[in-house]
């Protein structure tokens, strides 16, 4: 019996996820890493996050989306899985709004945390 849970994100963006991680100061590791489970079961993963206790977090790829993949009865992170995801999937928000822009000319002029913790982009684009 599997003790992995997958959870839906609306995550679609490998690069974006592996900088939001970095931001964020999540060690992860990744190409098709295995996610270690309970009584040594494994998942395959395309990002792998290790934790003390010997059981991992990843992220996997069902054809759609990267679903997180752990087995929570051994969660080991300072914060639930949904303020996990929640402060992930602001900063994926924030690199894909970032390179999908760029990509169309624009340039980030200003950045502003705001007080219940959002984040303000001015951007810009110069035409010629």
């Known amino acids: 019996m599997s003790h992995f849970s997958q959870i839906k994100t609306q995550i679609r963006d490998l690069s974006s996820l592996q ?3 970095t931001d964020l100061g999540i060690r992860w590791k990744a190409d098709a ?4 489970g309970y009584r ?9 996050i290790e934790q003390d206790n010997g ?7 069902n054809g759609q989306e990267y679903e997180l993949v752990a087995d929570l009865q051994y969660w080991q992170q ?3 899985v949904e ?3 929640s402060r992930i999937t602001q900063r994926y928000a924030y690199h894909t709004v970032v390179t ?3 990509r169309q000319g624009f340039q980030v002029a200003e950045q502003e945390r705001q007080a219940d913790g959002s984040l303000r982009l001015v951007l810009q684009r110069w035409s010629a």
């Not at 890493?33 to 270690?36: F, G, K």
């Not at 059981?55 to 790829?61: A, K, L, N, R, V």
């Open 33 to 36: 890493e295995s996610v270690r």
């Open 100 to 102: 999908e822009t760029t």
């Open 40 to 48: 040594g079961q494994t998942r395959t993963a395309a990002v792998a």
């Open 78 to 80: 300072p914060l639930s």
């Open 19 to 21: 900088a939001a991680l």
């Open 83 to 85: 303020g996990f995801l």
């Open 55 to 61: 059981y991992d977090i990843g992220f996997s790829w």
